[in-house]
């Protein structure tokens, strides 16, 4: 019962971030899981798009989206290890997972400027669910002082990646 | 001493100095670090002389690079948690990005 109230809390804070309370309850090896499957969700779509993506700006943002959350799932997992914290799937990473999951197969049907705009647009709303939760669970959950500590770190990569995500979403709706 | 001795001496004289202040100039390049840091450069903005040599140090999780904008130098990528440094020999003013995340941008001047 309790998990099924955190995926609930979560997937709200997710979904909607602003009417939601922050969910409760969770402890560092699910966050680091967390932190990793969402890095690794990102990385799937970024690879799908570096090779199927029509715009060279968006492939290089894909190809920027697989080097960047690697080298943060990098630091992440040599800091669970450091600390001896074994990454504890849960319901947030596994929704995590499959809603990766879900996206990256509902861009494999798609080609072209479709393709693109589907993925990009899929990227700003993934850095701001990212955002969202690092704001107001996982930063505040994290009790271990080293992985708060990545967590803030990590903040302003997403926060760019959402800015230059937007930038390129303004100027392809522009080309259109 | 004639005239002709005492201007040779000051004209030697001045060459040794001029020679030896050039050395010293020469001798006391400084060392300046840029950090790259929270997805910016800081100082955003640095004047050097020419011979300093200024070392880029990425603190961030990902890689990053430091790019003249109009060429000069280009560190090509520096990962996470190391460094890169370049001596400039240029005057001149350097508007520099990361070219994976083209919002990292600051400015170098040589004096």
Known sequence: MKLSAITVAFAG??????????????????IASIVVTANQVDIDAGKLAASR????EVKTFARLMVTDHTGVNKTATDLAAKLKVTPQDNPTSQSLKADGDKSVAHLKTLKG??????????????????????????????????????LVK????F?????????????????? | MTVRHQTFCAVVVGIVCAIGLAASERATPKTHTVTMENM?????????????????????LVPHTATSEAGGF???MIPA???WSYTVRTKGEFAYLCTYHPAMKAMLRVR
């Open chain 2, 40 to 60: 910016r450069f800081q100082p955003e903005a640095l004047t050097v002389a020419r011979g300093d040599t200024i070392v880029w140090v990425n603190k961030d």
């Open chain 1, 53 to 56: 993506a029509t715009s060279e």
């Open chain 1, 113 to 150: 400027a479709a393709f693109d705009k589907a993925y990009i647009d899929r990227e700003v709303v993934y850095h701001q669910q990212v955002i969202d939760a690092l704001d107001k669970t996982l930063i505040s959950g994290a009790t271990n002082e080293e992985l708060k500590a990545l």
């Open chain 1, 154 to 157: 990590v903040r302003p990569a």
């Open chain 2, 81 to 83: 948690g190391e460094s």
């Open chain 1, 159 to 176: 926060v760019a990646h959402l800015e230059h995500a937007k930038r390129l979403q303004a100027s392809i709706s522009t080309a259109r």
């Open chain 1, 13 to 30: 804070l997710l979904f909607f971030p602003v009417a939601s309370a922050p969910a409760q309850g969770i402890n560092d090896a699910q």
């Open chain 2, 74 to 76: 280009d560190s090509q």
